[in-house]
């Protein structure tokens, strides 16, 4: 007569993930993933949607934004921005927070974030 206890559950992959290979003291060590690469969004002055950005959080808060307003101008998104200079704009948190991010600032060190907004500076040139 056939058992009618559930199948056991395969884990398929498991011994394989995050093991080292090869033999050795290390055999059994876990070894932890690192990101290569993190989408983020980054939302533009005046614009509707949100640019989507693959960047190393290695990266600095400038490349990133740098990234953003190149990928904006490819894309031929309206509304046209008044410059493609990053010199001229300013990366925030968010359109309500008035403090500017600091573009030397590691993406891995701004606490996890993944949405961004960029604005143009006060007193420099204007999105049209």
């Known amino acids: 007569m056939a058992s009618l206890s559930p199948p056991k559950r395969q884990n398929y992959g498991s011994e394989r993930r995050g093991r080292k290979s090869g033999g050795g003291s290390g055999a059994g060590e876990v070894k932890r993933r690192q990101l290569t690469k993190v989408l983020f969004n980054v939302s533009m ?62 993406l891995e060190k701004l606490g996890g974030s993944r949405n961004f907004y960029v604005c143009a500076k006060s007193g420099s040139a204007r999105q049209t």
């Open 45 to 106: 002055q005046n614009s509707l949607w949100p640019v989507q950005v693959m960047i190393s959080p290695e990266n600095t808060a400038g490349e990133l934004m740098k990234a953003a307003i190149d990928i904006y101008g490819k894309e031929k998104r309206l509304p046209v921005l008044g410059s493609t200079d990053p010199a001229f704009y300013e990366l925030h948190y968010s359109q309500f927070n008035f403090e500017s991010l600091n573009p030397e600032e590691k």
